[in-house]
């Protein structure tokens, strides 16, 4: 019986090598550059079984970040009631997703990525094309400045997440997630949809 060749078939250490091999194209290439194929080829597995242990794109990048929740099923409500508010529902939402169970896998991911560039990298693709990108795209604002209102949102989120949960800075450590909401929303709203120009 002759011996087959080529790529090897799925065994117990298949899905780390191409976690692996994700993490890797992912930090070096970025989300819109690096493709199944390429982390196939990098974990020595067909194409078919990286979709067969992770289904689409998003989802091995959710995995390589271990981001427990799917943007994609969050933001249709954030989105939903047109662009007027947007910025106080981003905000529930986030607040809600970092005082839940979630936020604590969150908060270890945050602190690696202060301290190694690699999961920093990985971090910000995963802010820039799984949230913020699919917000700003939704609104009706210059293409040309997305780039810059997401940026400024994302700085105004970590921000919050540096001073609720890291260093705890009082009384936005332990306040109402409604009044947060309700004093960071505008600012969120100005920097989605408000003129940038001063």
Do not use: C
Not at 37 to 61: N, S
């Amino acid at each position: 019986m002759a011996r087959r060749t080529g790529r090897r078939p799925g065994r117990p250490d298949t899905r780390a090598a191409i976690l692996a091999a994700a993490r890797a194209a992912f930090a070096e290439r970025g989300f819109d550059a690096a493709s199944i194929r390429t982390i196939a080829t990098a974990a020595a597995v067909d194409p078919a079984l990286v979709h067969h242990y992770f289904g689409t794109k998003e989802e091995l990048f959710r995995a390589t970040v271990a981001i427990p929740i799917d943007p994609a099923e969050l933001l249709p409500a954030v989105l939903a009631a047109g662009p007027d508010g947007v910025g106080e529902r981003l905000v529930r939402t986030f607040l809600t997703i970092w005082d839940s169970p979630v936020g604590t896998a969150g908060l270890a991911l945050l602190r690696s990525a202060v301290n190694n560039e690699w999961t920093a990298r990985l971090l910000r693709e995963f802010l820039v094309t799984q949230v913020l990108r699919r917000v700003v795209e939704h609104l009706d604002v210059d293409p040309a400045e997305r780039a810059l209102r997401g940026a400024l949102v994302a700085s105004q989120l970590a921000g919050l997440i540096m001073t609720r949960y890291v260093i705890r800075i009082d009384p936005i450590a332990t306040a109402d997630p409604e009044h947060l909401v309700t004093a960071i929303g505008p600012t969120v709203q100005r920097y989605l949809t408000g003129d940038l120009t001063g």
